[in-house]
């Protein structure tokens, strides 16, 4: 059959079966004709509406149709859906919506300029404070709101993505340390204002300062001898210090040596102390750092802690030599942590396949280097997590993927439907499926390869 004549038949055995889950599935992928056809039967009932209208995943543009003489408890689904589009939200708003809704669009995330302004004029202070609040405010919005005397609109505004120098220097001047704090930590924070919060009392100020993107590498480094934890955690933290810059003596702080650890380009001297550290976090962090040098990686494979050797197993720098080693580790996690490795040698995969641990199996049934023959075993495991993990080995071989098709656990034969190397015929069969989240799934695979002439149509 070819694939224009396949199309039209899937959308007409879709408007046939009346099944509006498997209809909403196909709609994303469909023509405006074909479009017209599914509409009737997902939007069919006030039900129905109301369901599509709460789905984070509903194509916008249904959402877009359903704002339409929209009723108030269709209305609420739809501004608090963050995929309902801003042609939606302008209709909404249009429509003389109640306090409660207006809040919703003015805390939306697809709320654009135009709707926000208009609602920085709002007569309800909770209105403007959620205004304040959205992370896509314009700077003159920002600047108009700030200039109220409200404190809680004071901090949304100092935190605003959008708000400019100006803005900050006046909320600066704020009686409100919360207020000082986030205009210290803002990107947009002028020099001077930066300058004085290095001197300030309050620790979260200098907390605050140094989680700026925006501060000068020499400033965080001095901040790495502030007395509070938390300022120098911070400064660690912050991306604009590169980690070939830090060392440190031995930090009190777990905490702060924790971080240290998760840095990249550290020098050799700090990764050595850190592979030793008393604090089994600190070595856990380190153990993933893939620019470890063989020795130290091999001193962390046989550290007591099993949460360690995981973590070497999951270094990218793990050399095949260790994960061989790892593979055979008393500890099943540790092994799993293997067996996840697309790039482990032959040996350490062959030496996992007669493992019996779930967590191993889980990790064999993704791994694409797993041979055909472990995936059937793993595909008919009698633990549903277990037998799951096949559904999203992208090698995994057809004649795997069809004991899947009869998975008795719904979640599994959901996501089986959308594997590229399931058979279409087998897809076609799951839209008759007794789950609406399978049926979904499979109109939705369906519809990408025949609607859209996917190369998935030649599978």
Known sequence: MEPETAASALIDRLVKAGDPYAALGAYAHAGAMA????????????RLRLIVASAPYAPPDLLDRLSRGASAPLALRLVKNP??????????LRGGPDDRLRR???AH???DAAILSRLAKDGSVEVRRTVSGNAHAPAAVIARLAAEDDAQIARNAAAAPQANAPTLRHLWNADDVWVRAEVAAHPNCPPDILAEAEAATDPLI????????AIAEAALLNLLADPDERVRAAAVRNPAVSGDCLDEAGDPSARVRRLFARRSRLSSSLMERLTTDPDVWVRRWIARNPDLPRALLGQ???????????SVARNPACPPDLLVALATDPQPWVRAGVALREDAPDTAIARLTGDEDRDVLGALGRNPRTPAAQLDVIARHPDKDVRRSVAFNRAAPPGVLGHLAEDPYPLNRAILAGHRGLALPLVERLLDDPEPQVRFAAATRLARA????????SS
């Open 35 to 46: 479009r017209s056809e599914l509409e009737p039967v997902i939007l069919a009932t006030p």
């Open 206 to 213: 200098r907390r605050k300062r140094a989680a700026n993107p």
């Open 300 to 310: 962390l494979a046989a550290d007591p802690e099993t949460e360690v050797r995981r």
């Open 450 to 457: 025949l609607l859209t002439h996917d190369q998935e149509w």
């Open 109 to 111: 995330p697809q709320a």
């Open 104 to 106: 919703y669009i003015a």
């Open 83 to 92: 995929a309902t589009p801003t042609t939606a939200l302008g209709r909404l």
